[in-house]
């Protein structure tokens, strides 16, 4: 045989041995991707099965949802007004005014009144009522200052640093009597009987 | 003799072409693999988590008797407290 046929058929054989070892470890690899496949079709067809009635629920779960907030919507409006009701709910939820009710569409372009959470803007109100009130000096639209460990570290930090928290540092209080060291004027009538007015 | 040599060539480079093709798609059929295997694990966690879905079950009643509650608390309140155009 000459040597051009041996090489011919020794082609012949490396192109088969290519074929057959290349497209077994394909046909490998593609027998382990459809068991991977296999698989994520029984895991999606439990997400399926699990999802399907999950739908109807919700929607039951919303519609009696949606059936108690109209009732107490409608029983907030109905009991306190539409005005202050949204004061109220803005005040709890800040900035719910401006989705209004839903059974009253109309509630949307009120401007909600400004009604303070009980210890916290209320708190706010009673400190620029008081004495030495940093007016302004905290907002109303501000994060809650209610505390359960301080509450009334809150409301004492609203005043001027140093009567609430150093009160040690403050002036002595002012001495009276005969031995203070500042005498004020003495007011000859003190002590005396009142005059009287002439009678007509 | 020479025609056989050229065919000989030839054959060479096809040699050379199917070990290059079939590389490539024994190379694309693994890269596969793992991508499956990710996803089938990620379903299998995804339908793990919906076992919690027969609970709505349990909140839908919740929810329907919360808000026979409520209802129950509004009625009396709308029969204790004064209407807001009444004060």
């Known amino acids: 045989m000459p040597a051009a046929g041996v090489v011919t058929i020794a082609l012949i054989v490396l192109i088969v041995l290519a074929l057959v070892v290349y497209l077994v470890s394909t046909i490998l690899a593609l027998q382990k991707i459809t068991n991977g496949l296999d698989d994520v079709i029984k895991s999606v067809g439990e997400i399926v099965e699990k999802s399907g009635p999950v739908n109807a629920v919700v929607d039951d779960i919303n519609t009696n949802l949606d059936a108690g907030v109209g009732l107490l919507e409608g029983l907030l409006v109905k009991k306190a007004g539409m005005g202050d009701a949204l004061g109220l709910v803005d005040g709890l939820y800040p900035g719910a005014a401006e989705a209004g009710f839903r059974a009253f569409p109309e509630s949307r372009e009120i401007t909600p009144p400004r009604i303070g959470e009980v210890y916290t803007r209320g708190t706010l109100t009673l400190a620029r009522l008081g004495r030495e009130a940093p007016i302004a000096m905290a907002n109303p639209a501000g994060p809650v200052l209610r505390s359960i460990e301080y509450g009334s570290l809150n409301a004492r930090l609203l005043y001027p640093e140093a009567r609430q928290s150093r009160p040690e540092r403050l002036d002595r209080s002012p001495v009276i009597g005969t031995d203070a060291p500042e005498q004020y004027e003495q007011r000859e009538d003190i002590g005396r009987p009142r005059k009287r007015m002439r009678s007509a | ?87």
């Open chain 2, 1 to 87: 003799m020479t025609l056989w040599w050229i065919g000989n060539a030839v054959l060479l480079v096809v040699l050379v072409v199917v070990i290059l093709l079939l590389s490539g798609v024994l190379k694309a059929a693994r890269s596969i693999v793992p991508s499956v295997r990710t996803i089938a694990d990620a379903a299998s966690k995804g339908s793990k988590d919906l076992d919690a879905t027969a609970l709505l079950l349990t909140t839908q009643d919740q929810v329907r008797e919360t808000v026979a509650v409520v209802a129950n608390y509004g009625g009396s309140l709308d029969v204790i407290l004064d209407d807001a155009e009444e004060r």
